[in-house]
Nanobody, 115 residues
């Protein structure tokens, strides 16, 4: 059974940084393109970053140059380093397969950017 567990969110000031993590289990992780999604109140969930099994990355224009996605295939972990955070980055962040998630969503991790 596939399970995704996100962690590392919190409250950060504008311009600050945060790294969030996703632990995956129950899958052949190394061959799977993974992504980070976010959903702000009243908005649809959107894909912000993805990474292939070999490490090729892709980013939404809104986070390009500020966010970095990475993975550790041995540990079945996906990370999102978020720098220069803005108020608009406030959202629940979720990991899943990309470009669309095929598994049950985890509980997500909340990132709030506020002074």
């Amino acid at each position: 059974q596939v399970q995704l567990v996100e962690s590392g969110g919190g409250l950060v000031q504008p311009g600050g940084s945060l790294r969030i993590s996703c632990a995956a289990s129950g899958i052949i992780f190394g061959f799977t393109t993974m992504g980070w999604y976010r959903q702000a109140p009243g908005k649809q969930r959107e894909l912000v970053a993805s990474i292939t099994g070999r490490g090729s990355t892709n980013y939404a224009d809104s986070v390009k140059g500020r966010f970095t996605i990475s993975r550790d295939n041995a540990k079945k972990m996906v990370y999102l380093q978020m720098n220069s955070l803005k108020h608009d980055d406030t959202a629940g962040y979720y990991c899943g397969t990309a470009p669309s998630n095929l598994w049950r969503w985890g509980q997500g991790t909340q990132v709030t950017v506020s002074s």
